[in-house]
């Protein structure tokens, strides 16, 4: 019986050897019991995540010019002229501009995190998740802007929002320093970025509290993210940038 178990054993391990590399590595990855440690983590591909984020995301920018489409059918009907048009929704369009290029932005910077992330844990796919919904609200906010301006309650959505999202991108930054084996980023890059994403964060709450207090400011106290540089330089020299 010992011999005959021997000879079986000696079967595998050729089968093994004469494997690739990277079959072998599978197969070991198969062989490991799933319930090794009650609180294993499950890893899945980043891949599918980061193109179920870009589609989101373009969707949710390509929402931002459907109030505008539905008012050119409505001057057309009223047989406005294109100035007409123009006089009466500029600030439609400011709104449109300006959260365009705004989701384009927290866009690339989820871009550049998400580039060398390789796999990602169910909560890390909840915070990506709860980042998105702050992309996929940012349209509600710009149409409330361009067509209820002045409103304190509408500047806090819009301006909240960004804020939202800054946020959102902190945290997804902190877990991913709390488990590197999920990707490659270095860490010098990862802790620049905190740093950025600290400052916009802190600028976007500023900007949030001059609108609220000074209503005629409005939307112009999105003008401070123009001290990004400036506020990252300061971190760098506290603890947070060491």
Known sequence: MSQHQDRHTQQLEEQRNDQPS??????????VPSSESPGARTWFSAERAKAFVDAVV????TLLILPLMESVGEAASESLTAADWLADHGGQMVSFALSFWIIAMFWIRHHQLFADVERVTARLLWITVAWMLTIVWMPVATA??????GEPVVQSLYIGTMV????????TRAYLHRHPELHEIPPDT???GTLVDLAMARLFALALVVAILVPAIGYFALFLLCLVGPVVRLLRRTPLGR
């Open 58 to 61: 373009a969707i949710a920018m």
């Open 22 to 31: 990277g079959d072998r590595a599978a197969t070991h990855r198969a062989e």
């Open 190 to 192: 990862l802790r620049r």
């Open 144 to 149: 409330m802007s361009g067509q209820m301006e």
């Open 164 to 171: 939202a999202a800054t946020v959102g991108t902190l945290i």
